[in-house]
């Protein structure tokens, strides 16, 4: 049986990153592509030169060429701007819309039966633009920015209390921004919430610390911004998709009326699968919590509005 095949758009920080995590995984195939010549071709060389190392068969591409990207099952779009440090993601806004609808037209073209994974921000107006380049419906134009934030956010709580990371479990909703929803309620520590595990002022805390978690990297690097977390985070939507695990993981997702919203990408639990957004996971939220994720709803559809104009 054929190996599935992957497509990383964007041989940058987080697309070699997860282009690596893909084929040492021996999870797909993966062609790696990016505007810049020589690029790809040397870090897809470089990977493929570690796979005897490592231990897998997976092939790996470097390209400028959408023609070696056709037949993918599973497109990442990473291509873009990063944030500098005092850039906000929406800086990036219009330059990144532009990269995304003309790498989506490009890939979309030779792989319409795939799966977009969306990892370019603004992630929530980026994945607006990829789901109009593509024509796809809202099941196969998926972004990825709640697995990262959750995943910082349990970091914060396994360090805070002495405990695995493993045995952490959070939910971050919301749009990918400052206006991120961390669900402390439904954050737990081996099924226990930490709101009975922690102080109010050090949920607060640790929340605050989540949804500035982007910006605190970008503050230390100077240059760039964080990639080893967002690849894992693409990574594991990838292994969920291709390996139809059903994983219920936060994601940006297109909602038609589920949570109150209609028509926006904005991070909730889904069920991830071979057919990819299988199913949105809707939870109870209290007053407090709907009207901050309408918040955040309402500053993804102000960058979709500028991008309309
Ligand atoms: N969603 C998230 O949680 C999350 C997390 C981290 C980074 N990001 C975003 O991911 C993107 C990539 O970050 P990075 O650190 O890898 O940046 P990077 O600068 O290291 O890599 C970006 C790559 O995109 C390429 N590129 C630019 N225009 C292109 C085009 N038209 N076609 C093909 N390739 C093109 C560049 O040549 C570069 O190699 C940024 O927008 C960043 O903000 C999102």
Known sequence: MARDKVTVIGAGNVGATTAQRIA?????????????????????????????VVAHDAAVLGTNDYADTAGSDVIAVTSGLARQPGMS????????????????EQAAAVSPEAI???V????????????????????????????????????????????SVQ??????LGGHGDTMVPLSRYSTVAGVPITELLPADRVRALEERTANGGAEI?????????????????FEMVEAILLDRKRVLPCAVR???????DGLFVGV?????????ERVFEIELTDDERAAFQRSADAVRELVEVLGR
Do not use: W
């Open 89 to 104: 993601r929406d800086d990036l806004l219009t330059k990144n819309a532009g990269i995304v609808r003309s790498v989506v």
């Open 116 to 118: 977009i994974v969306v």
């Open 269 to 277: 639990p889904v069920v991830l699968g071979r057919s990819g957004m």
């Open 167 to 172: 045995d952490t479990h959070a939910f971050v």
């Open 218 to 234: 970008v503050g230390l690097l100077k240059t760039g911004s964080a990639f080893y977390a967002p690849a894992a985070g693409a």
């Open 120 to 163: 370019t921000n603004p992630l929530d107006a980026m994945c607006h633009v990829a789901m109009d380049a593509s024509g796809f419906p809202r099941e196969r134009v998926i972004g990825m920015a709640g697995v990262l934030d959750s995943a910082r956010f349990r970091t914060f709580i396994a360090r805070e209390l002495g405990v």
């Open 24 to 52: 040492e995984a021996g999870l797909a195939d993966v062609v790696l592509i990016d505007i810049v010549e020589g690029l790809p071709q040397g870090k897809g060389l470089d990977l493929a030169e570690a796979a005897p």
């Open 255 to 261: 909602l038609q009326g589920e949570f109150g919203v």
